[in-house]
């Protein structure tokens, strides 16, 4: 069978998968929007037994990073992680998950340079960008009030 | 009543903020890990110039949670520790405010990757 370049191209086109960024998106909101959602009612049930909200705001964080890194261990969240994207990169979850993903898969290395070394792979640009320009906002910040 | 706005609210916006980033996942060639990185540093950007606070006034943990809320963390930390110490504050600060997080990430990390092996993945 001789096809042409142009009938190739729309048959190629009608095969391709219709656009999934719609479809991603729709996870990705869904399952982010959950997180966030399921962040906030730990937060109310932390002020409703009495918690500090100052202690309640480092204490929902170090919770969502528990249960992410606990379903990491488990291999769920990589399961969830597939298809929701964004839905879990974004949250704390994303940087939990980068912190232990990569130390359980190089734990044959050893428990210095494989889990320990290797924790940094993604979370240890994290940290530095963040430090970094939270050190050049620190710096012109008190530039300010003393020129002001 | 409030709590459940609130937790509409931060279904609302969190999902909102993933859904946003997704577009960049499919549509650029950028890894996780930057994506992560550019979260951070914009979250230190907007933390800076105050925009950030509100938000979270507004949203509650649908802004706190994404990893832009921990980069606002990081800036309100040095805004802070500036503001009691000086410019050590600039050095002290940040790490301060997300100490929490950072920590519990390596500590549990740590953990479960000792007791937990990797799984096979398809």
Known sequence: MKIDKETYKKYAKSRAPSSPLLKDMLFAFLVGGAICAFAEGIYNFYLYIKIEEDTVRTLVPVTIVFLASLTTGLGVFDNLAKFAGAGTLVPITGFSNAVISPALDDKSEGLVMGVGAKMFTIAGPVIVYGVISSVIYGVLYWLCGVIL | ?122
Do not use: H, N
Request: overall charge positive; hydrophobic content about 50%.
């Open chain 2, 1 to 122: 009543m409030s709590l459940f706005w609130d937790i509409v609210k931060a279904f609302l916006v969190g999902g909102a903020i993933c859904a946003v980033v997704q577009i960049f996942i499919d549509k650029t060639a950028l890894t996780p890990a930057r994506i992560l990185v550019c979260l951070v540093t914009l979250g230190v950007i907007l933390g800076a110039v105050g925009v950030y606070k509100p938000f979270i006034d507004f949203a509650g943990c649908g802004a706190s949670t994404p990893l832009t809320g921990f980069g606002a963390t990081l800036a309100e930390g040095v805004r802070k520790a500036v503001d009691e110490r000086g410019l050590i504050g600039a050095l002290t600060g940040g790490l301060t405010g997300s100490a929490g997080g950072i920590t519990a990430a390596i500590f549990f990390g740590y953990f479960f990757a000792l007791i937990f092996r990797s799984k096979p993945r398809d």
